[in-house]
């Protein structure tokens, strides 16, 4: 039997971005196979969502999995940012975004793609098939300093100068092109004993790969910038991370969007509004969510409402 993707936070994702009157609309940015789009569906029966994702295979599962919510969900394959910068004109501005930055079950067990060090695949993951370089290509191309740096910065890769060696000196030899490979020498690069921890030593390289490939960290910034540009003032945004970059990324975003929010100090213009932060700490998963969704051990959500600039600039 195909497993099926369970979404993370589902109830705490509830909670903060349930909708407060009949017939809004929410966007789910992330949509993957649907997951949390289902949930709302389903607790909230007034409620209509946009669900966009770029993967046009992983969006059919969607499709399937909400076809009885036929007239209350649209599909949009398109990447987010690329969604929000050239708005449909048949929408109207949304109640509420949700972005759920991780990968869906389906890319790592059944995509094919190379996302997963626990299968031997090609190294390509793209979130979008049609465009942009392989993980092979980037492996192939990049300066040992610059991968290593990759590596440290978008998953914190504590080894990351040793792995960058080893692969650029397994590469003077022969391609890098399969997940296997890469997985073995990310294990052989690092110290014995961090092969034997619960975490698989290739986990961060794998994720620092794919969120080049995809621009993930790169877009971030601009993506919840162009989400509450369209945010209807009262809205609210809620973002689901991964890894601590991801959500310190975020998180300066949301401080900065929210500066002189207090009542009595000058409004400090950000495009026309304002943010206030809704989870002054991320909110985590808890004990039991952690031991039956494994994913949702490193998830934090921080969700904010948007609020209308009508102050003068400091």
Not at 27 to 32: E, I, K, S, Y
Not at 275 to 304: F, M
Request: hydrophobic letters at 35%; glycine letters at 8%; proline letters at 5%.
């Amino acid at each position: 039997m195909e497993a099926v993707h369970t979404p993370v936070l589902l109830e705490e994702t509830l909670y903060y971005l349930a909708p407060r009157k009949e017939g809004e609309l929410m966007v789910d940015a992330t949509l993957g196979e649907g997951g949390h789009s289902d949930a709302f569906l389903r607790r909230f029966p007034g409620l209509s969502i946009a669900g966009v994702d770029a993967d046009e295979e992983i969006q059919k599962r969607a499709r399937e999995r909400l076809a009885e919510f036929t007239g209350r969900v649209r599909f949009y394959k398109r990447w987010s940012q690329e969604f929000f910068s050239d708005y449909p004109p048949e929408l109207e501005a949304p109640d509420t975004i949700l972005f759920d930055l991780g990968i869906s079950l389906f890319h790592y067990e059944t995509s094919g793609r190379g996302f997963s060090f626990l299968k031997d695949e090609y190294l390509d993951m793209r979130l979008d098939t049609s465009r942009g370089k392989t993980a092979a290509d980037l492996l192939a191309s990049l300066s040992e300093k610059d991968m290593a740096d990759l590596f440290y910065t978008n998953a914190g890769e504590r080894y990351s100068r040793r792995i960058a060696g080893a692969i650029c000196a397994v590469r003077k030899r022969s391609p890098i092109t399969t997940t296997a490979a890469l997985a073995h020498i990310v294990a052989g690069a690092v110290p014995a004993k961090y092969r034997h921890f619960p975490i698989h030593p290739a986990t961060k390289t794998f994720q620092s790969i794919r969120m080049a490939i995809n621009n993930e960290a790169d877009n971030l910034p601009a993506l919840l910038e162009g989400a509450l540009q369209k945010l209807k003032t009262g809205g609210r945004l809620g973002v689901i991370s991964f890894h601590s970059g991801e959500d310190r990324t975020v998180k300066h975003f949301f401080r900065e969007k929210s500066r002189f929010a207090s009542p009595d100090a000058p409004i400090c213009k950000n495009g026309g509004y304002r943010v206030t932060i809704l989870t002054r700490k991320p909110v985590a998963a808890g004990r039991e969510e952690c031991r039956n969704n494994p994913p949702s051990r490193s998830a934090k959500l921080r969700v904010v409402e948007k609020i209308h600039d009508t102050g003068v600039e400091p």
